[in-house]
Structures are given as structure tokens and as C-alpha cells.
């Protein structure tokens, strides 16, 4: 997006706006998703989109630095009571939402005041890291899985008497055994429902399923470019809350709703691209991917311990991430091994574009933005220093106990990588880098007294 103000953009607006307005679409949501996860969103009526098209809609800063609980800390460059921030919609995301009547909803990127964009935007930070991949002639295809739990929203606050009696009280959606059909004839007006809000709002699922836990549920969708993948992942989740609430359901994307339970990942999908072609396929590489595509894995792979702070952000993922639960806790890659961080999808033979990679230790408390700009700048490091991959692994490392790198078991150890991370810090750039950073200490520092019950209730309502 160039600077503002958008005198074209304010155009577009107008005729959108006359457009939802004869669909009885009185409010806009402009969001973001800020550092510690959370979407964040300024409204405006649909007859006022073209002024935000035009000049943007304020927002402060500080919100960089804003915790999962909405208490602030401060950082090197962002924090405190000062300064503001022009937010403007991306109209060529602009959706009516299916399942809240009368909305519509676009994905924002954020400016200073005087035009310049902001260092410290997240989805500018994705689109930066797509552009420099481009400039070496790369793309990515990437889509994100989506996994999440549902339960009467009656119980959903939990108890009283803290979170043992919340866990208690918690009464499942969807009866019946993992990946049982069972499910989805209890909820089959949801799932339904689900899937038709989404179809209406043009999101290509590719499939859903009941998952392992109890009342837990997964929505995959096609692949797109990494900016509108992270955008999509929003769309997905904030459509699956709203159609259960009108369920009277609710639904939590918590990365552990159970401690002991098999968590909800956010697995991320990728393939990497060339004039067309699927650099993950027809190459002298490992299974058949090219030099190039090995290296770019091989970079994501080498990086996958700092890579963690930015894609398991929050203490309580850590719980998530425990072996033999499919979380991908082993800083390994294999073909098809759901026990490897990096699981590797070769496809059928005769479907060349399909070959990708799935990173598995992702969870919904990670900002898909800076997931995919992160990534992406892991592979390309690993492009520039030509990495090839360790031989694959097979098995899950913690029964066959081969000698594979277990992954920093807890956010303090994965700051530590992050940290080090001169790769990190180059791509995210100081101000972005130093208010993630800042956050997730502020988080690290709340919740260091919390045992796994009091975390896992902590996370519940937020996410
Ligand atoms: N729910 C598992 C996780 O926490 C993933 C299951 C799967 O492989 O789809 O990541
Ligand atoms: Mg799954």
C-alpha cells in the first residue's frame, strides 16, 4: 500500500460502501492482530469507509505492547500514552460476514500520521518478507490449519471457585470418539452452519473434521499468498466464533483447554514456488525437492528454536507442546512424521503442485503474521547459505529414542534463542522486534507463578 492519503482507495470505498449498504451492512470492521495474538479492531459505519479508505482511522500504538489480559508494558520504541496510528482498511479484503448480519470485515495496515508506513506493523511485516522472497524470483503458497475446541457456552466462563472447578464444570459440545462421525451428527447444524458462512464469504475449505479431544474440531483451507493466508486465519476464526455463538456454543482456539489433552495447533502449510513451479518437487533434493527448496527448509529448520517464540508466543503453549501428541516437538523433519516439526508432504505422483511442508509447532496464541514473515526469512537465510537438510527422521523420537534435538521445552528457553537471533532481529527490524520481545517477557513475567491449571484457565478466555 503506498502512503497516504488514498485518494483512489477512497473512490473504491464509496462504491463498496453503496454496495453494503443495499445489502443492510451498516458496520465495518477494520482489525489487526497485535503482538500478543489478539485480534484488536476499530469499527466504523459503512457510510464513514471511505474516509477511512482516504485517511485512515486512529489507533495507538501502544497496543503493540498490550498482553493477552490487556495490561501494557513498554519497549525501546513503542509504549506509554503518546503518539497515534492511522489504520486503513485493505479493500480488496473486504468481506460481509455470514454470520454476523449487518457486518462486514477487512484486514488493516497501519501508518504513522505523517504517511511513512509503521516499522512495527505485523501484516507490513509479512508482506515485506513475501516481497523479499519475490525479489529472488520466490513465492509461497501457504494456508494454515485450524483447529479448536467447542463447549456449551453456559460453562464456558468456568467456576467460581477457580480453575480446577472451571475444568469441572466444562461440559463438551459434540459428544463421541475422536474423528467420530458421532460428532458431527450431535453438532450437525453447526458444522453446517460453519461451513456455509465460510462458503459465503468465499473461503475455499478443504476439509473438516472432528478431532482428538473432546469437542475439538479442525478446518482446513486452500493455500494463497502468505498475507492473505494470515488474513484468511482471522476470517476462519472470528466466523467459527460467531457461528457459535449463535449456536449458543463457544469456541476456543487455546493452544491447551485440558491440561494432559492433545492441545489445538495452528499448523502451517507451505510450498515454495518458481516460474510456476513447485520447488518441493522434480529436484535432485531430498525426496525429490530441489536444491532450492531443501535449503529454504533447511533454514526454517535450523531456525526452529528461536522461530518458537514467534510461533508458541505464550507460556501455556508449552503445555500444548509435549511429545507423542502430534504437536511437533522435535526439531526434525521426516516424510509424512506428525512427530516432526517439520513434516514433509511429498503427494501423489501424478500432482506435482501438491508436494509441501507442514511446520506443526504453531498454535493459535502466535500472530499469523508474523508467522509467515518470520518463516519466510528463515527459508530464505537458509537459501543464502545454501543449508541442506539432516536425513530424514521416521517414528515418533520419543519411542524409537533416536538422537533427534528436542525443541525448547518452555517459552523462557525459546526467548533465549529468539534473542540470539540476529536473523530474527534483522527481518522483524528493532521497533517490531523489541515490542514482541517486550511482550513476551510481560507475558513470561505474569504468569511465571501460575501452575498448569491456573495457566490453561488463563488462556481459555483469551484466545
Ligand atoms: N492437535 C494437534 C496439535 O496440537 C495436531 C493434530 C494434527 O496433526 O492434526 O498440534
Ligand atoms: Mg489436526
Not at 533447511?298 to 518458537?308: E, F, I, K
Amino acid at each position: 500500500m503506498d502512503a497516504p492519503p488514498h485518494e483512489a482507495a477512497a473512490s473504491a470505498a464509496r462504491q463498496e460502501a453503496a454496495r453494503l449498504t443495499a445489502m443492510d451492512v451498516h458496520g465495518v470492521a477494520l482489525t489487526y492482530v497485535d503482538n500478543a495474538g489478539i485480534t484488536r479492531v476499530k469499527a466504523v459505519p459503512t457510510a464513514r469507509l471511505a474516509h477511512a479508505a482516504q485517511w485512515g482511522v486512529g489507533m495507538s500504538p501502544v497496543f503493540d505492547v498490550y498482553l493477552s489480559d490487556d495490561s501494557a508494558v513498554t519497549s525501546a520504541h513503542i509504549g506509554g500514552p503518546d503518539g497515534d496510528l492511522r489504520l486503513f482498511p485493505d479493500l480488496g479484503r473486504l468481506t460481509v460476514l455470514a454470520a454476523q448480519p449487518g457486518w462486514a470485515w477487512a484486514p488493516a495496515d497501519r501508518f504513522e500520521q505523517d504517511g511513512a508506513p509503521y516499522a512495527a506493523c505485523q501484516r507490513g511485516f509479512a508482506r515485506r518478507m513475501a516481497e523479499r522472497a519475490a525479489r529472488s524470483g520466490l513465492g509461497l503458497r501457504m494456508g494454515y490449519e485450524t483447529e479448536w475446541v467447542v463447549t456449551h457456552a453456559a460453562e464456558a466462563g468456568g467456576g467460581a471457585d477457580g480453575p480446577q472447578d472451571a475444568a469441572r464444570a466444562r461440559r463438551y459440545a459434540g459428544p463421541g470418539p475422536a474423528y467420530g462421525m458421532t460428532r458431527v451428527i450431535g453438532l450437525s447444524g453447526y458444522v453446517r452452519d460453519v461451513l456455509k458462512a465460510l462458503a459465503d464469504q468465499d473461503v475455499e475449505v478443504l476439509q473438516i473434521h472432528p478431532e482428538y479431544s473432546p469437542g475439538q474440531f479442525e478446518i482446513s483451507t486452500a493455500p494463497s499468498d502468505p498475507v492473505a493466508a494470515a488474513d484468511e486465519v482471522v476470517l476462519v476464526r472470528e466466523t467459527i466464533r460467531a457461528v457459535s455463538a449463535h449456536h449458543g456454543l463457544h469456541a476456543t482456539f487455546a493452544p491447551v483447554v485440558e491440561h494432559g489433552a492433545v492441545g489445538n495447533g495452528a499448523h502451517l502449510h507451505l510450498s515454495l514456488r518458481k516460474d510456476g513451479g513447485n520447488l518441493f518437487r522434480g529436484g535432485d533434493g531430498p525426496l525429490g525437492m530441489t536444491r532450492t527448496g531443501e535449503a529454504f527448509l533447511a533454514g526454517v529448520l535450523r531456525a526452529l528454536p528461536a522461530l518458537l517464540a514467534v510461533t508458541s508466543p505464550h507460556p501455556a503453549g508449552y503445555l500444548r507442546l509435549a511429545p507423542s501428541m502430534w504437536a511437533g516437538v522435535f526439531q526434525c523433519w521426516g516424510p509424512e512424521n506428525r512427530e516432526a516439526a517439520l513434516r514433509f508432504i511429498p503427494g501423489p505422483a501424478r500432482e506435482p503442485q501438491a508436494a509441501n511442508a507442514e511446520i506443526k509447532c504453531i498454535d493459535a496464541t502466535a500472530n499469523p503474521y508474523l508467522v509467515a514473515g518470520a518463516v519466510i526469512a528463515a527459508g530464505l537465510d537458509g537459501i543464502d547459505r545454501k543449508d541442506t537438510l539432516p536425513p530424514p527422521v521416521s517414528g515418533d523420537p520419543a519411542v524409537t529414542r533416536a538422537a533427534v534435538p528436542r525443541l525448547p521445552a518452555g517459552l523462557p528457553e525459546a526467548l533465549e534463542h529468539f534473542r540470539g537471533s540476529a536473523l530474527l532481529r534483522e527481518a522483524l527490524g528493532d521497533a517490531l522486534y523489541e515490542a514482541f520481545l517486550a511482550v513476551r517477557e510481560g507475558e513470561q513475567a505474569r504468569l511465571r507463578h501460575h501452575g498448569p491449571e491456573a495457566l490453561v484457565a488463563d488462556l481459555r478466555h483469551h484466545y
